[in-house]
């Protein structure tokens, strides 16, 4: 009666050693990977400032709809308000207030 459970405990505790190596295995290479750092030589970039290259950009800007995302000065701009932004904003414009309702 033993001797079948002893059997079965080795063969399940292999099974498990083996899993817990290739769960071992796979993290540490996942890991490697992950942290691979690359040595990348940039090219030099030849940009253009004659002024029919500015109005050529001026105009993809706003044909391209980046003038919808993007403030005058190429900041950002809220373009799509999520009901999480809203609550964001909502609390960010609550802390310029006090309790009476004065602002700061």
């Known amino acids: 009666m033993w ?9 399940f505790g292999g099974l498990a050693g083996l899993v817990a190596l290739s769960i071992g295995g796979i993290y540490l290479a996942s890991e490697a990977r992950i942290n691979k750092t690359y040595v990348v030589q940039p090219a030099p970039i030849d940009i253009p400032s004659d002024a029919a290259s500015i109005a050529e950009g001026q105009r993809l800007f706003t044909v391209r709809g980046c003038v919808d995302c993007r403030t005058r000065d190429l900041g950002g701009n809220r373009f799509i308000r999520t009901r999480r932004a809203r609550r964001h904003q909502m609390a960010q414009d609550l802390r310029k207030f006090d309790f009476q309702g004065q602002a700061r």
Not at 3 to 11: G, N, R, S
Request: net charge positive; proline share 11%; charged share 20%.
């Open 3 to 11: 001797k079948p459970i002893k059997i079965l405990t080795a063969v």
